[in-house]
């Protein structure tokens, strides 16, 4: 089945840096790739998706880019905010599969 | 976006009582629901996806008989932790997708922190 690896497991960065986590899945057949950001105690919201057929995405602050070849998605953070603070989780749906396959997480910390 | 309630959100129970956890689609109708346990500090881990109208599949390792699942209608799955035991302590989730947005985006409840004594 699907294997998804996510790095770093946590990472730390003054306000006002950027923040870059990365994925890398097994199923050169994984066509979906959402990421989720989860508070403490909260549930988990998704924050920005991609489709194998598209390279990058940008949402205000949030980009995610997609290199299937390698096999490998990952999450930009520009212009952190203390808000930004959270875990996240990067997840992969290879085709046919109902659910959705999480990396163990990345606990972001954004220094003020 | 699609929203999913889930009731209740914490809940302390005494070893060997039973829990029921309600997951419940308020804006879509939900053929399919899927639980996950999160222990802390670790990933979403898919304990088994709920059919509405026919038995649940489990994941490997998951026993069907101590997690009771049942999803008797379009917006309504239901999970029951029998004979709780303190190592069943642990945030649970569960999660919908909505036809009406591809069917792809995975939308959570808002979680249940289980506590066993």
């Known amino acids: 089945g699907e294997n998804v690896e996510q790095h770093p497991s946590t990472l730390s960065v003054q306000e006002g840096d950027s923040a870059v986590i990365k994925c890398t899945y097994s199923?050169?057949?994984?066509?979906?790739f959402p990421w989720y950001k989860q508070e403490l105690g909260k549930r988990p919201q998704l924050i920005i998706d991609?489709?194998?057929?598209?390279g990058e995405k940008k949402d205000q602050r949030i980009a995610v880019t997609l290199n299937k070849t390698a096999k490998h998605f990952s999450l930009h953070i520009t212009e952190t905010q203390p808000e930004d603070s959270a875990v996240y989780f990067c997840?992969?749906?290879?085709?046919?599969?109902?659910?959705?396959?999480f990396g163990t997480g990345t606990r972001l910390t954004v220094i003020p | 976006g699609a929203v999913v309630s889930q009731h209740p959100s914490w809940v302390i129970c005494k070893s060997g009582t039973s829990v029921k956890i309600e997951c419940r689609s308020l804006d879509f109708q939900a053929t399919t629901m899927f639980w996950y346990r999160q222990f802390p500090k670790q990933s979403l881990m898919l304990m088994a996806t709920?059919?509405?109208?026919?038995?649940?599949?489990?994941e490997q390792g998951v026993e069907k008989d101590k997690f009771l699942i049942n999803h008797a209608s379009l917006t309504l799955s239901t999970l029951t932790v029998t004979s709780a035991h303190p190592e069943d302590s642990s945030f649970y989730i569960c999660s919908a997708k909505d036809p009406g947005q591809g069917n792809e985006k995975l939308f959570f409840g808002s979680g249940t922190q289980l506590s066993v004594l």
């Open positions: 991609i489709r194998s057929n598209v």
């Open positions: 709920s059919n509405e109208g026919s038995k649940a599949t489990y």
């Open positions: 199923d050169s057949a994984s066509n979906y």
């Open positions: 997840a992969s749906t290879p085709p046919g599969a109902n659910n959705l396959f």
